[in-house]
């Protein structure tokens, strides 16, 4: 977003409903697996409170269980979702269908070189950079259709959310860990403000209330 182009627009990331994978704690990436019956009503829920917003766009990862959470959204209001591979989980490699424990017994220098910040390829996969490459000009490209105050849905994954949101905020990428995870079904909030994008809900479930006091 260039200086100047403060047009009041927000985005909502919307991470997918619960999966088996999800359960077991096992690493999904680009592995395509299905929501659950609780994915599927936790979609349904969010979905409703979603739909209060009155979007304006819905753009989603073409893996199921993100395409299968945004057809929730889609069915209230109408709208018709565009999905897109760059909004595709990161690719992990080895470490895909692998448990957290197993991926710390087999892999756990390159787990704890991660979590330290460190430009890792996970199982030999994307690095996150490179998952914030794909992913932050796609949410942009849609971004830039909207109305003035408009707002877009996106729904993909979560580590696909939290390296786009490091990305639209300008944090450098070994700060990126400092945003929490997200919940199945749960959103963050994007909003434009004078100096580019602000983060105003993190990992909520609930919807967002205006900020009120000195620092709105």
């Given at each position: 977003?260039?200086?100047?182009?403060?047009?009041?627009?927000?985005?909502?990331?919307?991470?997918?409903?619960?999966?088996?994978?999800?359960?077991?704690?096992?690493?999904?990436?680009?592995?395509?697996?299905?929501?659950?019956?609780?994915?599927?009503?936790?979609?349904?829920?969010?979905?409703?409170?979603?739909?209060?917003?009155?979007?304006?766009?819905?753009?989603?990862?073409?893996?199921?269980?993100?395409?299968?959470?945004?057809?929730?959204?889609?069915?209230?209001?109408?709208?018709?979702?565009?999905?897109?591979?760059?909004?595709?989980?990161?690719?992990?490699?080895?470490?895909?269908?692998?448990?957290?424990?197993?991926?710390?017994?087999?892999?756990?220098?390159?787990?704890?070189?991660?979590?330290?910040?460190?430009?890792?390829?996970?199982?030999?996969?994307?690095?996150?950079?490179?998952v914030a490459d794909r992913a932050a000009p796609v949410?942009?490209?849609?971004?830039?259709?909207?109305?003035?105050?408009?707002?877009?849905?996106?729904?993909?994954?979560?580590?696909?959310?939290?390296?786009?949101?490091?990305?639209?905020?300008?944090?450098?990428?070994?700060?990126?860990?400092?945003?929490?995870?997200?919940?199945?079904c749960c959103w963050s909030v994007l909003g434009e403000?004078?100096?580019?994008?602000?983060?105003?809900?993190?990992?909520?479930?609930?919807?967002?209330?205006?900020?009120?006091?000195?620092?709105?």
């Amino acid at each position: 977003m260039t200086s100047g182009s403060h047009r009041g627009r927000r985005i909502v990331l919307w991470r997918h409903g619960q999966t088996s994978w999800n359960l077991e704690r096992r690493f999904q990436g680009t592995t395509d697996i299905e929501l659950t019956e609780t994915g599927v009503a936790q979609a349904k829920r969010a979905a409703r409170l979603l739909a209060s917003l009155k979007p304006d766009a819905v753009v989603a990862s073409d893996l199921k269980r993100a395409a299968a959470t945004a057809a929730e959204l889609t069915s209230l209001t109408g709208l018709e979702a565009a999905y897109e591979q760059g909004l595709r989980e990161t690719y992990a490699g080895e470490w895909q269908g692998l448990t957290h424990e197993e991926i710390i017994a087999r892999y756990g220098e390159q787990y704890a070189a991660w979590k330290r910040g460190e430009s890792v390829r996970r199982g030999g996969g994307e690095l996150e950079t490179e998952v914030a490459d794909r992913a932050a000009p796609v949410v942009l490209r849609h971004a830039d259709k909207l109305p003035d105050n408009g707002l877009l849905v996106v729904v993909s994954h979560g580590g696909t959310i939290r390296t786009t949101i490091g990305r639209l905020l300008g944090l450098e990428s070994h700060h990126w860990e400092g945003l929490g995870g997200l919940s199945n079904c749960c959103w963050s909030v994007l909003g434009e403000g004078a100096r580019g994008w602000r983060l105003l809900e993190h990992n909520a479930g609930t919807l967002p209330e205006p900020v009120l006091g000195d620092d709105d």
